[in-house]
């Protein structure tokens, strides 16, 4: 079945550093891949997505780009701010089907320090 | 406009007792999704309305849960009895029916955090 795996965290960065959160998935097809963010009591918000083949989604200064080759859609950022801090989550939406259901990975928690 | 709202935000029931969660989707928003995240795991799909049938409930886990859809508004999600394994965070999301069956985004409330002691 479909799945989505992420680098576990915690990542902690200093401000204006790069970021990286690897994310690769399995799936039949042509899915639309998602990112979303947690911030601090809040609940989800669709940072960015893309929906089908060397398609780059884009931000707030995030970008990930769909890899059909290396079934991929790494979150980037070249340079973090402390407000950046939160759970991102890395999810895919298979092709087709009735439902619309979103499939998530376990999250990565992003901590930016002063 | 309001966004997703679920009540409670927190809940600490016994093993063994009845907890019911509520979630009101943006007006409008014939979808409804319930998600769970255990603590450090992926969020977990469980189930999908539309309106007030229920078009996909393959991630509910056992018969221990049920969820409604009285009349297409607001939903409710029952545990009964809840067990220590159910606690986690109960996300709840809308979204509008696309053209064509096309989909559209959805937006997620803040989640429910229940601990089953």
């Known amino acids: 079945g479909n799945s989505v795996t992420q680098m576990e965290g915690p990542v902690t960065l200093s401000e204006e550093a790069f970021l990286t959160i690897n994310c690769t998935y399995t799936?039949?097809?042509?899915?639309?891949l998602f990112w979303y963010v947690q911030y601090p009591g809040e609940g989800l918000q669709l940072l960015l997505k893309a929906t089908k083949a060397d398609d780059k989604g884009s931000n707030k200064g995030f970008e990930a780009t769909y890899r059909k080759e290396t079934t991929s859609f790494h979150l980037e950022k070249g340079s973090v701010q402390v407000s950046d801090s939160a759970v991102y989550f890395c999810a895919l939406r298979g092709q087709g089907g009735a439902t619309n259901k979103l499939i998530f990975g376990t999250g990565t928690l992003l901590a930016v320090q002063p | 406009e309001a966004g997703v709202t679920q009540f409670p935000s927190h809940s600490v029931i016994e093993k063994g007792q009845t907890v019911t969660l509520r979630c009101d989707p943006i007006s409008g928003h014939d979808n409804l999704y319930w998600y769970r995240r255990v603590m450090g795991k992926e969020i977990k799909f469980l189930l999908h309305?539309?309106?007030?049938?229920?078009?996909?409930e393959s991630g509910m886990p056992n018969n221990r849960f049920l969820a409604e859809r009285t009349g297409g508004t607001y939903s409710t999600l029952k545990v009964q009895p809840a067990e220590l394994e159910d606690s986690g965070v109960y996300f709840c999301?809308?979204?509008?029916?696309?053209?064509?069956?096309?989909?559209?985004?959805?937006?997620f409330g803040q989640g429910t955090r229940l601990t089953v002691v």
């Open positions: 799936a039949t097809g042509y899915p639309s």
């Open positions: 309305f539309v309106k007030e049938s229920k078009q996909d």
């Open positions: 999301a809308s979204s509008a029916l696309g053209a064509g069956g096309g989909n559209t985004e959805a937006f």
